[in-house]
Structures are given as C-alpha cells and as structure tokens.
C-alpha cells in the first residue's frame, strides 16, 4: 500500500491549504498536556505538518522525532520550523514499512492509527509501538471514536471506542487514561475521537 499512499498524500501536502485541511489544530495542547507525563524522546507517528514539534520544542523538550510517509508533510514542518528546523529528526517512511533504529521514551498518534482498517496492520502496528518504545515508555493515541468519521482525506477509516484499544494494544500495553473529545474542523464540523494513554508494561 505504500506507494499509492505516498502519492496520496504527497498530493494532500502539496495541494490543500493546510490550516483549512479536516484535522488542523492551531495548538496540539492536549497532545503536549499528555506527553508531559513521560519526560524525554519523542516520535511523532504521522506528524504530517502539524505543529506539536514547534509546541514540544517550546515545553522544552529535545530529542523529537517525526515519521510521516508523505516527503511533502515533513518538507512543510522544516520550513516552518526555520531555524529550528536542525533540532528535529525526520523520517520519511510508510509507518508499517518503518524498523526503527532505537527507541523513544514516548510515541504520539493523532489521527494516524485509524487509517488503518485491516485487523493484520492494526496487529503490526502495536508490535512497532512496542519495538520502538522503551520499556515503561508512554503511548499517546487519538483515534476517530464509535461515532466519528467512516472516511478522511478520501480514504476508509476505522473507528475504536477505549475498550477496542485496549484489546488492541493487550498485554504489551497498559491503558492509563481514556477519554472522548470532540476535534471541531475549520470547517466548523465535529469529530468525535477516542484519546487514550497506555504504558509499556512488557
Ligand atoms: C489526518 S493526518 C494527521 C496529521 C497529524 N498527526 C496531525 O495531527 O495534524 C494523517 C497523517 O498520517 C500520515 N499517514 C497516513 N498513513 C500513514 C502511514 N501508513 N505511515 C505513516 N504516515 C501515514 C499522512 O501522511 C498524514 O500526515
């Protein structure tokens, strides 16, 4: 799928105007409230452009990385990042494709995980996570909810309620909060996601 999903959404980043695309937010402060939990390295797990570099690199944090399998996304974010750009890793790369090199205290998902439909890549996708987190690290996940969205940018979606993730992320991962918020678009719509924090626990 990578191929196709690259160009996909190369076309996205290359394209729209990013702060009216369905999943801008001006400030990621519920992102950077949660990562505040687990001090340390950081991957952003389909970052696309959005803007918790800037925000983590601001809270203070130093070891930031950031995957996204769209080259335009990330290639937005160095701009923007400017001379602050150096300060932040980048990986460009299909996140199930992806063997990460070392691991991170803490792994961000907003909005990524639920482009994944089939059960065998959401199985391939905990196994990275648990592969690229160090033990005990800390795992930020926001997914549609039971009732958001069936598609985004044109593609199917999956939507999970905190029980499914659970499930989903079990045994290696212990949930430690969970909870439903509603993600206004600028289009003015509402999205319902499920947030949850899990810890590493095996
Ligand atoms: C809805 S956007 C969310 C972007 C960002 N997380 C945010 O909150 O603004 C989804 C992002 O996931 C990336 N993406 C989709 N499928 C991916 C995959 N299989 N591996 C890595 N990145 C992926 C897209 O390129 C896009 O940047």
Redesign the pocket.
């Known amino acids: 799928m990578s191929d196709d ?1 690259a160009d996909h ?1 190369d076309a996205v ?1 290359a394209s729209r105007d990013l702060d009216a695309v369905s ?3 001006e400030t ?1 402060a519920h992102s950077v409230e949660l990562l505040r939990q687990q001090p340390g390295s950081v991957i ?7 803007r918790l570099p800037d925000a983590l690199l601001a809270d203070g944090r130093e070891d930031i990385t950031v ?4 080259q335009e ?1 990330l290639a937005v974010t160095r701009e923007r990042l400017g001379s602050a750009e150096g300060r932040v890793a980048y990986v460009v ?4 494709a992806w063997e990460p090199a070392r691991t991170y205290d803490a792994w961000h ?4 995980l639920h ?1 994944l439909t089939e059960p065998a890549h959401q199985a391939a996708y905990v196994d990275l996570a648990a592969r690229a987190l160090s033990p005990g690290g800390l795992l930020v996940v926001a997914t549609f909810g039971p009732d958001g969205p069936t598609s ?2 044109g593609l199917p979606t999956s939507r999970h309620s905190a029980d499914d993730l659970a499930a989903l992320f079990a045994p290696t991962f212990t949930l430690t909060r969970a909870e439903m918020r509603m993600h206004r678009t600028p289009g003015g719509a509402e999205q319902q996601f499920t947030w949850v924090t899990a810890r590493r626990t095996n």
Do not use: K, Q, T
């Open positions: 999903s959404w980043f999943w801008f937010e990621p952003d797990i389909g970052a696309g452009a959005s995957l996204d399998i769209s996304a790369s299909d996140v199930l998902d907003r909005a990524v482009f985004c940018s």
